[in-house]
Each structure stands twice: as C-alpha cells, then as structure tokens.
C-alpha cells in the first residue's frame, strides 16, 4: 500500500490528504465506531462536531472524527466507558 494511512482497531485505513478521519473510515466502509452511552452503535452522523456521535480515541486522545484530520500513523479506535471517563464495572 503506498500513500498516508491510519490505524483503526489496528486495521490500516488509507486517507487522501485533507480528509478527516470519518471520511476515511467511511471511504473503507467502517461505519460502526464503537457503542454510545446507550449501548447503541455509535457512527457518524451529524459531520460538524455539534453531535459527538463520532468521538473516537486517536493517539489516546478524545477526537470527533468529523473534524479531525486524519494523519498518517495514527492509532485510531472506539471510546470505552473507561476511556471517557467512566466506570466499566457498571
């Protein structure tokens, strides 16, 4: 593969520069970017920020995905309760 990639759950997602990373997720038909705080699949939606819908982890960092761009090398996965703060155990 040549040209500017990213990791997703450690699957590489090629981008074209200026694409954020929910247009390249999308572009490889990765649609489902973990599960919301309803346990309902969370995914791209709103593409301006104001929904948070498509918050992922990059480099271990919260990120809307909308409005990140993507960079190359980047380890890019789902937000986990314990990632975002919260409390696995329930």
Do not use: K
């Amino acid at each position: 593969m040549t040209g500017p990639s990213f990791f997703w759950c450690g699957e590489t997602v090629p981008f074209r520069p200026g694409e954020t990373i929910a247009a390249a997720l999308t572009a490889a038909r990765i649609l489902h970017l973990g599960t919301d705080a309803n346990g309902q699949p969370a995914r791209y939606f709103c593409g301006i920020g104001a929904c948070q819908a498509c918050a992922v982890l990059v480099d271990g960092t919260i990120r809307e995905a909308c409005l990140t761009p993507a960079r190359s090398g980047s380890e890019v996965r789902p937000v986990t309760p314990a990632s975002a703060g919260g409390n696995d155990a329930g």
